[in-house]
């Protein structure tokens, strides 16, 4: 029988891709998200409907700080595996809003964790973000660093995650990889971020808002690459006092848990992604260029190299012919 994954934030951006990976390779998957409205509810349902035709896919509707709900839902289901991919995204949405991301990303969290060391699971793998990485300046970014100095709440919550989820590994010794995504993007995207909002304008005519005049990098990763990545590394659990050691590792000391960049490893100037978004739609931009943003950072590159070294993860997509998936999916989606 194939191994039970439950995967929370189903019907979000990665969740979806993942669950449909897994579920294409024949796992038995059980999603959990709270379809909540944070952006495009009928984006979240149009996901959710394509895992529906899924045999082995079942799924429970619920907020994560529901730790009742969420209890049952994960008893009920006996994963062997949790996917917790769940989070209230989001840097700019989050200064206006932080309330929201303490429960969701915090207490929500912490239920997960919670859960997953009440039954036991082999292996607890949690999304974090490159946004923990802050103000630091040195490039690319390894797990190593020390991650001190978040620019934003969001970034902050992520971080809190982090360390309650090595507390948790540290005391009951439960296997958990902290993943550490870098500017995801793809089709069935988020509408918040930056590339789904400047293709909207641009089909409508309208004005981009560029941060910066654009003097911004990003290490831009395919959405496909991260969820090849993910299904790598369910096996790769970390253990406590291993004796496979890798190179600049960053394995507790102390606890079964491990901290990990997946992303592309090309640092893209953002004028250059907006100038292919132009080429490949055919349509001159209008662009309105705005000072930095509060809680931005200025840029972001990923060494993956640890992910490569323990799984053989190697992203395959490169920016312009993400972009085109991307336009694809969205022309089509659109209509």
């Not at 808002?209 to 959405?223: A, E, F, L, Q």
């Not at 590792?249 to 848990?257: H, I, N, Q, R």
Request: charged residues 25%; proline residues 3%.
């Amino acid at each position: 029988m194939k191994t039970k994954i439950y995967i929370t934030g189903a019907a979000g951006f990665i969740g979806f891709h993942a669950s449909k990976k897994f579920l294409d390779k024949g796992f038995n998957v059980h999603g959990f998200d709270s379809i909540n409205n944070y952006y495009d509810v009928n984006l979240k349902k149009s996901r959710l409907s394509i895992l529906n035709k899924y045999k082995n896919f079942s799924f429970t509707k619920g907020l994560l700080e529901n730790q009742k709900l969420l209890n049952l839902s994960v008893k009920k289901f006996k994963p062997s595996i949790i996917i917790h991919l769940a989070a209230q995204a989001g840097v700019r949405y989050s200064i206006d809003n932080p309330d929201v991301y303490l429960n969701t990303n915090i207490l929500g969290t912490f239920n997960v964790i919670k859960i997953a060391n009440i039954i036991g699971v082999k292996h607890l793998i949690i999304g974090s973000s490159s946004s923990v990485y802050g103000a630091n300046n040195k490039f690319p970014f390894q797990e190593i660093d020390k991650t001190d100095h978040q620019v934003s709440f969001y970034a902050a919550t992520k971080k809190s995650t982090e360390s309650l989820a090595h507390s948790y590994s540290s005391l009951w010794k439960l296997p958990i990889t902290m993943l550490r995504f870098f500017t995801v993007y793809g089709p069935f995207g988020r509408p918040d971020m930056a590339y789904y909002k400047f293709t909207k304008k641009i089909l409508e005519g309208k004005k981009i808002d560029i941060y910066n005049k654009g003097k911004m990098y990003r290490d831009y990763t395919y959405v496909d690459d991260i969820v090849d990545g993910i299904y790598k590394l369910i096996y790769k659990i970390p253990a406590l006092n291993s004796k496979k050691k890798f190179k600049n590792d960053s394995l507790s000391p102390v606890a079964p848990f491990r901290i990990l960049n997946i992303g592309n490893t090309k640092k893209i100037l953002l004028l250059d992604f907006i100038n292919t978004l132009e080429k490949e739609l055919n349509i001159k931009i209008k662009k309105n260029y705005l000072p930095m943003q509060k809680g931005d950072v200025y840029s972001t590159l990923s060494d993956s190299s640890l992910l490569k070294r323990i799984t053989g993860y190697n992203p395959k997509t490169n920016y312009t012919e993400g972009i085109r998936k991307f336009l694809n999916w969205y022309l089509n989606y659109y209509k």
